[in-house]
């Protein structure tokens, strides 16, 4: 049978979830670190798909617990067993060395893991949500086992890794991929009462989405198909990532991890900003989840029907926007009033270009021509007193647009001067819209592997 392993630090609530999982108290469950001694297996089931889950001892390093040494070998063991992991980690703690420490221990391994953050039970607790990214992996799902917010999602995402499940899975994907095939996916995003289901109207031009002035009022992603000028899109409306100091706890405040998903679907993400409160740290970390996901974006400034209609002012708001979101230079920016529908077809535009930019191709000839030219105008620093050098560059199949760069000492290409040539070669080859990833590869290594 599938196996699911509960791994984490002591403390953070795995047997909480445990017993929430399989619907009873089996696991001990106290506010000490360490009651959990040995490991703890039962079946579970969830949308009629069988799988066992397993509750381990808290991971601790060194050997201050005289259990510690015990713990680990049975932690060590279950990794070896498990066909998953999900990492749970303490949301009202916040990330520690420790989760740290247990990431790179996962990391060694083949298994793929989900994080569960627990104890996310307080609106004050939502912000803590972003740091758990910082481990590395992309299924990072809040929960709170106590009050049994997120465990559904939780279970989805569990059941998506069984294979039975899978091939089910799969045929509706496939299906549904085939269905979109020539439709862009688009995802507007933003913070709360920004203006997101007013501006999915306007763009309908009918009222679709639920409109209001209460921050939170679209709870789930809405899927809704449109055409123009013989462009298919499909808009997910998603509930907006709302500030801490700003939500009351529900329903909604789950809604981070369904945006979240959003924009790791979309092809394309609208950015959409207040006019009259410019950029603000909440916008700067939903395109810091953008640039982490290397999408394709157009930024929205929103409202502008508000401000004074004067060049001075909108290029003052467009400098803000530009400064704040600095680490996405690629994503255009789009004046619009959502209510008046003004902007919408230069918004249109602007997702279509960004769409066919990230799918663009570029020869092999004029690639390595483009990186030629750049060399010439600001050659790589040196690495361990010897000069770093590209000997040949290939873009790779898929988007957003891959190069493949083979160099002699990959690690010597520091952030600076990477950002320096993605940044050079968006502007050589017409990727100004688009983000691009580069990949630094040893050439040796292409001998090395045969």
Not at 206 to 231: H, K, M, Y
Request: net charge positive; with cysteine.
């Amino acid at each position: 049978m599938f196996r699911v392993a509960l791994i984490g630090r002591p403390n953070v609530g795995k047997s909480s979830l445990f017993n929430r999982i399989i619907g009873k108290r089996k696991a001990i469950v106290e506010d000490i670190p360490g009651v959990t001694r040995d490991r703890l297996v039962s079946k579970a089931e969830w949308r009629g798909v069988p799988f066992e889950i397993v509750d381990t001892g808290g991971y601790i390093q060194g050997d201050e617990d005289k259990f510690a040494p015990y713990l680990r070998k049975q932690i060590e063991k279950e990794l070896q067993f498990a066909d998953l992991i999900v990492f749970v980690v303490d949301g009202k703690e916040g990330l520690t060395q420790a989760d740290k420490d247990i990431a790179d221990m996962l990391r060694k391994t083949d298994k793929s893991v989900i994080v569960a953050v627990n104890k996310i039970d307080s609106p004050s607790r939502e912000e803590n949500l972003y740091e758990f990214y910082e481990l590395g992996f992309d299924k990072v799902i809040p929960v709170s086992a106590v009050q049994r917010n997120g465990v559904a999602e939780l279970l989805d995402e569990i059941v998506k890794h069984i294979p039975e499940y899978e091939i089910e899975a799969t045929k509706e994907e496939e299906e549904r991929k085939e269905e979109y095939r020539d439709v862009i996916k688009v995802a507007i995003v933003g913070k709360p009462n920004a203006g997101k289901s007013s501006l999915l109207n306007g763009i309908l031009g009918e009222e679709r989405a639920v409109v209001s002035n209460i921050p939170g009022t679209t709870r789930d992603v809405v899927d809704t198909l449109f055409e123009w000028n013989g462009q298919k899109f499909l808009f997910l409306d998603t509930a907006g990532l709302r500030k801490k100091s700003k939500v009351d706890y529900g329903l909604e405040f789950f809604s981070v991890g369904r945006t979240l998903e959003a924009i790791k679907k979309a092809d394309v993400v609208v950015h959409v900003i207040d006019a009259q409160e410019g950029a603000t740290e909440q916008d700067t970390k939903i395109a810091h989840l953008i640039q982490k996901y290397t999408k394709p974006a157009v930024i929205v400034i929103n409202k502008i029907d508000t401000l004074p209609q004067r060049k001075e002012v909108l290029n003052r708001i467009r400098n803000q926007v530009k400064e704040k979101l600095y680490f996405i230079p690629y994503a255009p920016v789009v004046f619009v009033s959502a209510t008046q529908r003004k902007g919408i077809k230069q918004l249109l535009k602007e997702i279509v270009d960004v769409y066919n930019q990230a799918w663009k191709r570029v020869g092999t000839g004029q690639l390595n021509r483009a990186i030629k030219q750049i060399l010439s105008l600001r050659h790589p620093p040196s690495y361990r007193g010897k000069p770093l050098k590209i000997y040949y560059a290939t873009q790779l199949e898929g988007k957003p647009p891959c190069f493949l760069l083979f160099v002699n000492y990959p690690e010597g290409f520091k952030e600076h001067y990477v950002r320096f040539l993605e940044n050079s070669l968006r502007d050589t080859l017409g990727f100004e819209k688009s983000p691009i990833k580069l990949i630094f590869r040893e050439r040796e290594s292409i001998y090395k592997e045969g």
